[in-house]
């Protein structure tokens, strides 16, 4: 079944214009409807439908076992939240990696089937013609390299990538053959701080960075860390703005302290 993009989105076109126009972007994922509700009403300038649901929602320990009918779900949901913000869908492993054509039939149905108004890519050159084709075919490409979490088996870890001078110039070319290719942004993920806003100041396009420091055009972080949902483990790069871990335990631990001891439902909540 089609979709309707809610018609006051912000589009690639005013992301774009940040940039020229040095405001910086603010970009968070969204998962689900009442998330999403959220970010859009404080007009977030992007809501990313991240693949990082497959661990953040779904529970998974990688990104890896995430479905275009996982993304595909998510994305529905988000989109019909946003009336202000742009909708960016994750491409997840193996749906535009086998083929071009897969990728297009992939990436399609975010626009057609979603609501999405975009969608993310990792890698780098080797991605540049399938960048291409997405975009002649209208469907705009965010690019994302640095750590791709997609390729975390042949990266062997969460760790800071383009430290060693050959692989920051190998970062600064992908990020140019990207904009080439047609992508309209690039997420920098964990990215030394010089580097990231080397290729800023490189690019026309905006980098929206995650672990990029503060000369990258955008920043991006996963919604259910900066809000302090887990007390486990928190990434360097990772601020936290609230912690909704100790306060969700606090109103569940109450709910079920007032049910055991029958002060909850009270009048108040109790019809006649
Ligand atoms: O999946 C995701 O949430 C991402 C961001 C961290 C950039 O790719």
């Given at each position: 079944m089609s979709v309707q993009i809610k018609s006051n989105r912000k589009t690639i076109v005013d992301i774009k214009k940040m940039k020229a126009q040095g405001e910086k972007i603010a970009m968070l994922t969204g998962y689900d409807y009442g998330m999403a509700s959220i970010l859009d009403e404080c007009a977030i300038d992007i809501i990313l439908v991240g693949d990082s649901l497959g661990m953040v929602t779904l529970g998974y320990e990688t990104t890896l076992p995430v479905t275009m009918e996982d993304m595909l779900h998510h994305t529905k949901a988000v989109a019909r939240a946003a009336y202000n913000s742009l909708i960016v869908a994750d491409m997840p492993f193996m749906s535009y990696q086998s083929s071009i054509s897969a990728a297009l039939i992939n990436a399609g149905r975010f626009l057609q089937?979603?609501?999405?108004?975009a969608v993310k890519i990792e890698g780098g050159r080797e991605f540049a013609e399938t960048v291409h084709r997405l975009t002649v075919s209208g469907i705009p490409v965010m690019a994302h390299i640095g750590l791709t979490p997609q390729s975390i088996n042949q990266l062997g870890g969460y760790k800071v990538q383009g430290k060693k001078e050959d692989a920051a110039q190998k970062m600064m070319e992908d990020a140019k053959i990207l904009e080439e290719a047609g992508a309209f942004s690039v997420v920098l993920e964990l990215v030394p701080e010089k580097l990231a806003g080397e290729i800023s100041q490189a690019l026309t396009i905006p980098t929206i960075g995650i672990g990029g420091g503060v000369h990258c055009d955008g920043q991006v972080l996963v919604v259910n860390d900066m809000l302090g949902m887990f007390d486990k483990f928190t990434p360097k790069h990772v601020k936290k703005y609230a912690n909704l871990n100790v306060e969700i335990r606090r109103a569940v631990k109450s709910y079920i302290a007032e049910v055991k001891s029958r002060t909850f439902p009270d009048a108040e909540h109790t019809f006649k």
């Open positions: 089937e979603a609501g999405a108004q």
